[in-house]
């Protein structure tokens, strides 16, 4: 009688055979066999029992016969394969039924083996231990499909596999939630239905070259893309793409939303501009809102007016009613100009100190001199009390203005200096009005000193 040699530990370790034979003789020879060779053993005599064992002990191969009382082998493994709990394991037929239907049946039925009886025990053996090995293998690899496919459900970043055409294959769930779709909803999509089409033109490009020279250094690339939600909304993301490598030219892209990141980025930079007292724009803001204006005015021939506006007797101010108080005065008179300067062309700014600044684009003297007195007494009009001020009981301001259409010949400091001067020529004669110039080589050399 054939005696296998036991296999090494390592490859029956906890391997689980269920024996199903209704001759208790072969049963007794079939378990001793197994046991053996180092494999844990169930046995059943019947179809029902099989099932009931297999459920319950979810063994790692059946053997299985296929004359049984009752139900036999061939709806036990029917039913085995229709169950999610035993459909993986495999079944192995032992029967006297040799004939091509018989075994053509058994294969269709899901079966993974089927060995002719009389049984030669050393077949039996090398066949079990072949299906053993090849379920070992096979469940490992789901094994790591299931890990990767963990990883990539539970990814922070989004991931979406596209192919050369632009075509969408496949989203993650994090890739889903940033655009606000469905599982599966964007699987089909083309990726000009999410970029801008220059941008995806741009990918597109990008693939057909990969696909062409696969060793292209651009076939890789990160960059900062605007990506249209489902809802429409564009959002900032850093979208990194990889060639996959695989059979199929494909191409991973990587999403990192950097929409917090941006609106910080904005938050600094309008931060950068604001003067943190008033709220209105500061200095650095004014001062490169000025130069475009120039240039802007230069192409345009439009005039372009600059009002300096000092607030009268605030050092008295501050020295009666306290630095708060002058602080909240400060903010007031800033909301003050803030409403006058309300188009797109209009700035108002807190030049430093209890110094302003407007710039009002496309504005001729005229109007410009008519916008400064309305401030002016816009101001007056706050009746915020200034005891210590010698022109009045309220707080006042000076203000100077500057009109010029700019030529290249003019100079922008220039520009500024008459704004300035005019501001302290009010100072001189007594503070709480406006003094306007026409300066700049279209007006004449010299400035026009008018009394608005
Ligand atoms: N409360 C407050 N005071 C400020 C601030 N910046 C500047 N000042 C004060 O503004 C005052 C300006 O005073 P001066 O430059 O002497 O001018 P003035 O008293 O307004 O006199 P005239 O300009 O000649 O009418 C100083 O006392 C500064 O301390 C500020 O942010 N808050």
């Given at each position: 009688?054939?005696?296998?040699?036991?296999?090494?530990a390592?490859?029956?370790r906890?391997?689980?055979v269920?024996?199903?034979d209704?001759?208790p003789?072969?049963l007794g020879l079939?378990?001793?066999?197994?046991?053996?060779?180092?494999y844990?053993?169930?046995?059943a005599?019947?179809?029902e029992?099989?099932?009931?064992?297999?459920?319950?002990a979810?063994p790692?191969l059946?053997?299985?016969?296929?004359?049984?009382?009752?139900?036999d082998g061939?709806?036990v493994c029917?039913r085995l394969?229709?169950?999610p709990?035993?459909?993986?394991?495999?079944?192995?037929?032992?029967?006297?039924?040799?004939g091509t239907?018989?075994?053509?049946?058994a294969?269709d039925?899901?079966?993974?083996?089927?060995?002719?009886?009389?049984?030669?025990?050393?077949e039996?053996?090398?066949?079990?231990?072949a299906?053993?090995?090849?379920r070992?293998?096979?469940m490992s690899q789901?094994q790591?499909?299931?890990?990767l496919?963990?990883?990539?459900?539970?990814?922070?970043?989004g991931l979406m596999?596209i192919e050369?055409?632009?075509?969408?294959?496949?989203?993650?769930?994090?890739c889903d939630?940033?655009l606000?779709?469905?599982?599966?909803?964007?699987?089909?999509?083309?990726?000009?239905?999410?970029?801008?089409p220059?941008?995806?033109?741009e990918?597109?490009?990008?693939?057909s070259?990969?696909?062409?020279d696969?060793?292209?250094?651009n076939?890789?690339g990160?960059?900062?893309?605007l990506?249209?939600?489902r809802?429409?909304?564009?959002?900032?993301m850093d979208?990194?793409?990889?060639?996959?490598?695989?059979?199929q030219?494909?191409?991973?892209?990587?999403?990192?939303?950097i929409?917090?990141?941006?609106?910080?980025e904005?938050?600094?930079?309008r931060?950068?501009?604001?003067?943190?007292?008033t709220?209105i724009?500061?200095?650095?803001?004014?001062?490169?809102?000025?130069?475009k204006e120039?240039?802007?005015?230069?192409r345009?021939?439009q005039?372009?007016?600059l009002?300096?506006?000092?607030?009268?007797?605030?050092k008295?101010?501050n020295?009666?009613?306290?630095?708060?108080?002058g602080d909240?005065?400060?903010?007031?008179?800033?909301?003050?100009?803030?409403?006058?300067?309300l188009r797109?062309?209009?700035?108002?700014?807190r030049?430093g100190?209890?110094?302003?600044v407007?710039?009002?684009?496309?504005?001729?003297?005229e109007?410009?001199?008519?916008?400064?007195?309305?401030?002016r007494?816009?101001i007056?009009?706050?009746?915020?009390?200034?005891?210590?001020?010698?022109?009045?009981p309220w707080v006042?301001?000076?203000l100077?203005?500057?009109?010029?259409?700019?030529?290249?010949?003019?100079?922008i400091?220039?520009?500024f200096?008459?704004?300035?001067?005019?501001?302290?020529a009010?100072?001189?004669?007594?503070?709480?009005a406006v003094?306007?110039?026409?300066?700049g080589v279209?007006?004449?050399?010299?400035?026009a000193?008018?009394?608005?």
């Amino acid at each position: 009688m054939f005696t296998p040699a036991p296999v090494p530990a390592a490859t029956t370790r906890q391997a689980a055979v269920l024996i199903v034979d209704d001759a208790p003789a072969q049963l007794g020879l079939m378990r001793s066999m197994m046991l053996q060779q180092g494999y844990q053993t169930f046995v059943a005599n019947s179809g029902e029992r099989a099932l009931a064992i297999a459920q319950r002990a979810q063994p790692d191969l059946i053997l299985l016969d296929i004359v049984l009382p009752g139900m036999d082998g061939m709806e036990v493994c029917r039913r085995l394969k229709a169950h999610p709990s035993t459909c993986n394991i495999p079944v192995i037929f032992m029967s006297a039924r040799t004939g091509t239907e018989d075994i053509v049946a058994a294969f269709d039925i899901g079966a993974s083996d089927y060995i002719p009886k009389p049984l030669r025990l050393a077949e039996v053996c090398v066949r079990v231990r072949a299906q053993l090995q090849f379920r070992r293998t096979s469940m490992s690899q789901q094994q790591q499909a299931e890990r990767l496919r963990l990883i990539v459900d539970s990814m922070d970043e989004g991931l979406m596999v596209i192919e050369p055409s632009g075509r969408i294959q496949y989203t993650n769930p994090a890739c889903d939630r940033y655009l606000g779709y469905a599982a599966g909803e964007l699987a089909g999509s083309a990726l000009d239905d999410l970029l801008a089409p220059s941008v995806a033109q741009e990918y597109l490009d990008l693939f057909s070259q990969s696909v062409r020279d696969p060793s292209s250094p651009n076939a890789r690339g990160a960059r900062e893309v605007l990506i249209r939600q489902r809802d429409g909304i564009l959002r900032a993301m850093d979208f990194t793409l990889t060639p996959m490598g695989a059979d199929q030219p494909l191409f991973v892209a990587l999403l990192h939303d950097i929409t917090h990141h941006k609106q910080s980025e904005n938050a600094l930079q309008r931060a950068a501009m604001v003067d943190p007292l008033t709220k209105i724009a500061n200095r650095r803001h004014f001062d490169s809102f000025l130069d475009k204006e120039w240039q802007r005015a230069l192409r345009s021939s439009q005039p372009l007016s600059l009002i300096v506006l000092d607030v009268d007797h605030f050092k008295g101010y501050n020295d009666s009613l306290g630095h708060a108080a002058g602080d909240a005065c400060l903010q007031q008179v800033a909301m003050a100009l803030q409403s006058h300067a309300l188009r797109a062309t209009d700035l108002a700014a807190r030049y430093g100190g209890e110094e302003f600044v407007l710039l009002f684009g496309e504005t001729g003297f005229e109007a410009a001199c008519a916008l400064a007195e309305t401030i002016r007494s816009h101001i007056e009009a706050l009746h915020i009390p200034n005891p210590r001020s010698a022109t009045s009981p309220w707080v006042t301001a000076s203000l100077g203005v500057a009109t010029i259409v700019p030529t290249q010949l003019d100079d922008i400091k220039e520009f500024f200096v008459h704004a300035d001067r005019a501001m302290y020529a009010v100072k001189e004669a007594g503070r709480n009005a406006v003094r306007a110039v026409k300066t700049g080589v279209t007006f004449g050399t010299i400035a026009a000193v008018i009394d608005a």
